[in-house]
T-cell receptor
Framework: DAGVIQSPRHEVTEMGQEVTLRCKPI?????LFWYRQTMMRGLELLIY????????DSGMPEDRFSAKMPNASFSTLKIQPSEPRDSAVYFC??????????????FGEGSRLTVL | GEDVEQSLFLSVREGDSSVINCTYT??????LYWYKQEPGAGLQLLTY?????DMKQDQRLTVLLNKKDKHLSLRIADTQTGDSAIYFC??????????FGDGTTLTVKP
């Protein structure tokens, strides 16, 4: 398996523009997570899905952020409109959970977003 | 509540042992983890320990778990420059979700 695949790896945009980050989880994993990493706030959980259903979105900063998982092999995180303070590395991770496994999270390489 | 705390920085000399400490709050956690993040990459699982164990050894890595004090540690023996990275402690707080600490940046000096 190729692992968790994220795109784009890098994005530079201007304030006010819409940003869409994409993620393909590992096939067969039923949990998908979106994290944001910054120097100031560390690693923050934004939202996670189980079987394509959002379970906890309490980490989503505000209404400008939205996430979808239309099927088991694809998820998007959208920021509209983007602001400079959204600049961060956004990670997607997938997992089998702990009911039949150790709950190990497999992370993608991340999408580095810079909002000017 | 869920909170995982760890010190932010650790510096050691090559060949020495490194010990990274972590405290967690959820006594119902079934698994506790150490992840490693190298520059420009995502986190990767380094090792984990099941909550009914108090020690796990894997080559140069030793994990110690004190459930009474909710304390987890990672010892790296014979630390090498390639071990320089950020190390995250995490606890599994329900069937799917893990809570991460802020990460400890380990610097290994030659």
């Amino acid at each position: 398996d190729a692992g968790v695949i994220q795109s784009p790896r890098h994005e530079v945009t201007e304030m006010g523009q819409e940003v869409t980050l994409r993620c393909k989880p590992i096939s067969g994993h039923d949990y998908l997570f979106w994290y944001r990493q910054t120097m100031m706030r560390g690693l923050e959980l934004l939202i996670y899905f189980n079987n394509n259903v959002p379970i906890d979105d309490s980490g989503m900063p505000e209404d400008r952020f939205s996430a979808k998982m239309p099927n088991a092999s694809f998820s998007t995180l959208k920021i509209q409109p983007s602001e400079p303070r959204d600049s961060a590395v956004y990670f997607c991770a997938s997992s089998l959970g702990t009911r039949i496994n150790t709950g190990e999270l497999f992370f993608g390489e991340g999408s580095r977003l810079t909002v000017l | 509540g869920e909170d995982v705390e760890q010190s932010l920085f650790l510096s050691v000399r090559e060949g020495d042992s490194s010990v990274i400490n972590c405290t967690y709050t959820d006594s119902s956690s079934t698994y506790l983890y150490w992840y490693k993040q190298e520059p420009g990459a995502g986190l990767q699982l380094l090792t984990y320990i099941f909550s009914n164990m108090d020690m796990k050894q894997d080559q140069r890595l030793t994990v110690l778990l004190n459930k009474k004090d909710k304390h987890l540690s990672l010892r790296i023996a014979d630390t090498q420059t390639g071990d320089s990275a950020i190390y995250f402690c995490a606890e599994n707080t329900n069937a799917g979700k893990s809570t991460f600490g802020d990460g400890t940046t380990l610097t290994v000096k030659p």
